[in-house]
């Protein structure tokens, strides 16, 4: 069994000890404001403002991706069964894990138990295991994708602010960097792509 590790404590990644530290919103804040127009509703401080989740009306995630000018039907597939995953069944505050290793979890030692640990906002939370087979379970809503496929969709959505995607490099290293690799990837769907009509205000 192979330990995936955490280059700095030499510690097995996941554990109390030794939490996952995820990319949080926040820390993109400017990257996704240059996405979009200026909002006609008001002022940038718009698309930030707190809401609760569950008080939102309309679900604008579908309509904010389908219209992307630069997300393929592949990136789309994607994008939407991670919103029927995440956002309707209610994970929208934690995520989920993902595993997207060409080997079996099985093969790896990492987290603690049935536990993966991460840290976020200054908590520590634990998230179930066994991660998320992601090509599997793509394949049970009839999406069949070759995994290095599924990997460029989800470097995609990163980067165009749908998700939010962490490796098991945690902050150290862009999870979009094409040459960075990891057996797994924790993903959170951005919440404001949930409750915000973002679709009216693509950059041209």
Request: hydrophobic residues 35%.
């Amino acid at each position: 069994m192979i330990n995936i590790l955490n280059s700095k404590h030499k510690e097995t990644l996941g554990t109390l000890a030794n939490p996952l530290i995820v990319v949080d919103l926040e820390s993109r804040k400017e990257e996704f404001l240059k996405k979009i127009k200026n909002h006609k509703g008001g002022d940038c401080g718009y698309l930030f403002k707190d809401q609760n989740k569950h008080s939102y009306d309309i679900d604008y995630f579908g309509l904010n991706l389908v219209t992307h000018p630069e997300l393929s039907k592949s990136d789309i597939a994607i994008g939407l069964y991670l919103h029927k995953k995440l956002v309707m069944t209610r994970h929208t505050d934690m995520g989920l894990g993902f595993w997207t290793g060409k080997s079996s979890q099985n093969d790896w030692k990492f987290g603690c138990g049935k536990k993966f640990y991460i840290f976020k906002k200054g908590y520590t939370f634990d998230i179930p295991k066994p991660f998320v087979d992601l090509q599997k379970d793509l394949e049970k809503h009839n999406i069949y994708l070759q995994l290095e496929t599924i990997i460029k969709a989800l470097r995609k959505l990163h980067l165009n602010l749908f998700i939010s995607m962490t490796t098991k490099h945690g902050i150290t290293k862009d999870p979009a960097d094409p040459r960075v690799r990891s057996e797994f990837r924790y993903i959170e769907v951005y919440q404001q792509m949930v409750i915000k009509p973002i679709y009216k205000d693509w950059a041209k």
